[in-house]
């Protein structure tokens, strides 16, 4: 695949001094998912979203953050993604994805530069990550060397059997529902990668290795906004979201 570049000047939306800067952190957006809970002939993250490919949203929002200074997205090996937005805030790059999340996330750490100490990863089919959201994921990493945004639950949990009965009742307190951003030290998350490799380890999310090689991961307070679109509800979930985003933005600008 011809490498794609984009690489307009920097602005920074935060001047938090216990931030990484720009130029030692970047994204690494996994997309290359085949989508099979929202299945059609066009791959999720390339279908339309209010005007948008579902994944050009979530690479709008945190290139024009001013938080990170470059951008790779990992796409179907073989596919014809969409053409970049105009207008991004960082350099993009993008590399073909892996037969799974965790090979997709490598091959997005192996085209960073080497000035990259820092890296975010945030799922392509989540187009609503706010600035301060990226924020507070990245000030929990620069404290402990690792955080994932997540969300506490509130629901009672059950385990259910094969049968569909109630097997058991497990506590809620100290249970979380991860989502991303998840940032790490780039050393440390390339070491999990390479022990995942050669322990036949798969893991779901980022946290998930770092955990597997004894890594403290901060649990940061996320967003109920900050939806994973799955199904097809999703979709129109999203955009009402947004909907309602830009409404409230209109009602502040009055």
């Known amino acids: 695949m011809k490498p794609n570049y984009r690489k307009p000047a920097l602005k920074r939306a935060f001047s938090s001094s216990a931030l990484p800067g720009p130029d030692e952190t970047a994204a690494i957006v996994p997309a290359a998912g085949r989508g099979l809970r929202l299945p059609g002939a066009v791959a999720k993250q390339f279908r339309n979203l209010s005007g948008k490919p579902l994944f050009h949203h979530c690479l709008l929002r945190i290139a024009r953050m001013g938080l990170l200074g470059r951008i790779v997205v990992a796409v179907p090996p073989g596919s014809d993604p969409p053409a970049l937005p105009d207008g991004l805030g960082a350099e993009v790059h993008l590399v073909e994805g892996g ?80 989502q991303t951003p998840q940032v790490a030290r780039r050393e440390l998350l390339v070491r999990a990668m390479e022990w995942a490799d050669a322990n036949d380890f798969e893991g779901t999310d980022e946290a998930a290795l770092l955990e597997a090689i004894g890594v403290r991961v901060k649990l940061v307070e996320g967003s109920a906004q900050n939806i994973k679109v799955t199904s097809p509800g999703d979709m129109e979930r999203a955009a009402r979201l947004m909907e309602l985003e830009q409404g409230g933005q209109a009602e502040a600008s009055t």
């Open 99 to 178: 037969a799974r999340r965790q090979d997709s996330v490598r091959n997005g750490l192996d085209a960073l530069d080497d000035g990259v100490s820092w890296v975010v990863v945030h799922d392509g089919a989540r187009p609503l990550v706010t600035p301060e959201l990226m924020e507070r994921c990245l000030l929990g990493a620069a404290e402990t060397g690792a955080a994932i945004a997540a969300l506490r639950v509130v629901d009672t949990v059950k385990v259910g059997d094969a049968d569909g009965f109630i097997e058991a009742t497990r506590p809620r307190e100290g249970l979380w529902l991860a």
